[in-house]
């Protein structure tokens, strides 16, 4: 933010109208929120500076200023931002627009109404004022009139091709990290999602899979034996959006039959979102596809969560927001459920009882999938304990038996305690040691991964340690508690 600060003590002398400048102060003030809003979010209390320093300025060690004095002044910050950066859409979905702003604050203020919402202990102030404050950022954006939903094209395609076009779709897409084939701007999508040695070899579960809808609106979860359908039959029928996040069905690459390649995943479930579908890219890393940071769809979700959390969410509401994404998804019956899903709530959210807003926070997590939101919506809903379930994956019929994952006639994956001395070709032989990996029912079951490792929450985790650097420099920074 020091770069930030130091624009904002000199612009003034620049010769250009007062527009030019309020302008050019919003995108500086913009920037500096954004910084702060991050740091906020990691460390919780965090020392505020909104002045260059020098070196020997005493404030340079300073202790920590709370939690709400700093949000209170990022909030100020997005207001002016809001309020002046110039308001032409950018179709390039690169520069900061009046949009972005507005788009970014409705994220902000959803943030930290929902977190001093949910985490009372901290006594950090009233959260209705920052839910009002999203839910008015997102509608102001809804109502602008400049954004909709990308629809356009194959109802199989038009959610991933958010993800995989090098030209931003700028009909939803408000602010994206530019790639290009031809500048040689690249990411490493392919090389982090399918690698075995790259990337963290990421894989959704089986527990997470269940929550996507069947195409008909109704709940997967609602049938018997749920958890214990063969993958091949268990993906069917469902929102367009699986098929548009993992590997299934009939997906190929370059010509060929690509089913779920266990050198990369450990459930199954591996996803597709992000990767080109050309293999050239993966192994290195020159992905051209532009990357999403803020969509059109979040806003709908941020201004829907907001609404819902004040308890002010109405079915107008519901046909402006859920509906619209469930519709654009294939979905047929989007009406507003009454009833709260016991699967949702015994999985996940014990403690919401509201169906409402069970099911935003079911199309949150569908929606945004993979892209960076999932740990700090558990953060901020105090949710932490979470991250203790067991990894599951898709459900195995029989030990030894391979299986045609893709229903082309040639099997895909085994599931076996010891390698078998002749292999079927083009199978992969996924060894159950019933340590790292076991199957629930021992020889048939679901795919357990890594359950022979320690997962405890513990409540000081839900803010970072301060790095120990830094507290070295200055000691009045001091630690947060526990780390």
């Given at each position: 933010m020091e770069n930030e600060n130091y624009f904002l003590e000199h612009f003034g002398q620049a010769k250009i109208p007062t527009e030019a400048k309020k302008h050019y102060e919003g995108i500086a003030r913009f920037f500096r929120a954004f910084i702060y809003?991050?740091?906020?979010?990691?460390?919780?209390?965090?020392?505020?500076?909104?002045?260059?320093?020098?070196?020997?300025?005493?404030?340079?060690?300073?202790?920590?200023?709370?939690?709400?004095?700093?949000?209170?002044?990022?909030?100020?910050?997005?207001?002016?931002?809001?309020?002046?950066?110039?308001?032409?859409?950018?179709?390039?979905?690169?520069?900061?627009?009046?949009?972005?702003?507005?788009?970014?604050?409705?994220?902000?203020?959803?943030?930290?109404?929902?977190?001093?919402?949910?985490?009372?202990?901290?006594?950090?102030?009233t959260y209705t004022k920052w839910l009002q404050e999203a839910a008015n950022a997102a509608a102001a954006v809804r109502t602008?009139?400049?954004?909709?939903?990308?629809?356009?094209?194959?109802?199989?395609?038009?959610?991933?091709?958010?993800?995989?076009?090098?030209?931003?779709?700028?009909?939803?897409?408000?602010?994206?990290?530019?790639?290009?084939?031809?500048?040689?701007?690249?990411?490493?999508?392919?090389?982090?999602?399918?690698s075995a040695t790259y990337g963290n070899r990421i894989s959704l579960t089986k527990t997470f899979a269940n929550t996507y809808l069947?195409?008909?609106?109704?709940?997967?979860?609602?049938?018997?034996?749920?958890?214990?359908?063969?993958?091949?039959?268990?993906?069917?029928?469902?929102?367009?959006?699986?098929?548009?996040?993992?590997?299934?069905?009939?997906?190929?690459?370059e010509g060929q039959p690509a089913p779920p390649d266990f050198t990369y995943s450990y459930t199954g479930y591996q996803p597709l979102k992000f990767t080109?579908?050309?293999?050239?890219?993966?192994?290195?890393?020159?992905?051209?596809?532009?990357?999403?940071?803020?969509?059109?769809a979040e806003v709908l979700l941020n201004e829907a969560k907001a609404k819902a959390e004040l308890q002010t969410f109405t079915a107008a509401d519901w046909n402006l927001t859920i509906k619209l994404l469930r519709q654009r998804a294939g979905i047929t019956n989007t009406a507003m459920p009454t009833t709260a899903d016991p699967y949702l709530m015994q999985q996940y959210f014990s403690d919401?009882?509201?169906?409402v807003l069970l099911e935003i926070r079911r199309e949150r997590s569908i929606e945004l999938v993979l892209e960076g939101f999932r740990f700090y919506d558990l953060?901020?809903?105090?949710?932490?304990?979470?991250?203790?379930?067991?990894?599951?994956?898709?459900?195995?019929?029989?030990?030894?038996?391979?299986?045609?994952?893709?229903?082309?006639?040639?099997p895909d994956v085994a599931f076996v305690k010891k390698t078998p001395a002749t292999k079927v070709p083009g199978v992969y032989y996924f060894l159950i040691d019933d340590d790292q990996s076991k199957l629930s029912e021992g020889t048939k079951g679901n795919l357990i991964w890594l359950d022979n490792i320690s997962r405890k929450w513990e409540a000081?985790?839900?803010?970072?340690?301060?790095?120990?650097?830094e507290i070295v420099l200055n000691p009045a920074l001091e630690q947060n508690a526990h780390w």
């Open positions: 809003f991050e740091k906020i979010k990691r460390f919780g209390d965090v020392p505020w500076y909104n002045k260059t320093l020098n070196i020997g300025d005493p404030e340079l060690y300073k202790p920590r200023d709370k939690r709400t004095l700093v949000m209170d002044s990022v909030l100020a910050d997005l207001n002016f931002a809001c309020e002046n950066i110039r308001n032409t859409k950018d179709n390039s979905c690169s520069q900061i627009t009046q949009w972005v702003a507005l788009a970014f604050k409705s994220k902000v203020c959803l943030f930290e109404g929902t977190f001093r919402k949910y985490h009372p202990e901290l006594n950090l102030g602008s009139g400049k954004y909709t939903l990308n629809t356009s094209g194959d109802t199989k395609l038009n959610y991933r091709n958010l993800f995989i076009s090098e030209t931003p779709l700028n009909n939803e897409i408000i602010l994206v990290y530019v790639c290009n084939k031809s500048l040689r701007v690249f990411n490493d999508a392919n090389w982090f999602y399918t069947n195409i008909d609106g109704s709940r997967f979860t609602d049938q018997d034996e749920y958890n214990n359908i063969p993958f091949q039959q268990e993906v069917k029928n469902r929102d367009l959006r699986l098929q548009q996040t993992i590997r299934m069905g009939d997906y190929t690459r080109l579908d050309s293999k050239g890219t993966d192994g290195v890393a020159e992905n051209y596809n532009s990357i999403p940071i803020i969509r059109y919401i009882t509201d169906p953060m901020r809903w105090n949710a932490g304990t979470l991250l203790e379930k067991s990894y599951i994956g898709l459900y195995v019929p029989k030990i030894d038996d391979p299986i045609d994952l893709n229903e082309d006639g040639k000081y985790k839900y803010v970072y340690p301060i790095p120990y650097n």
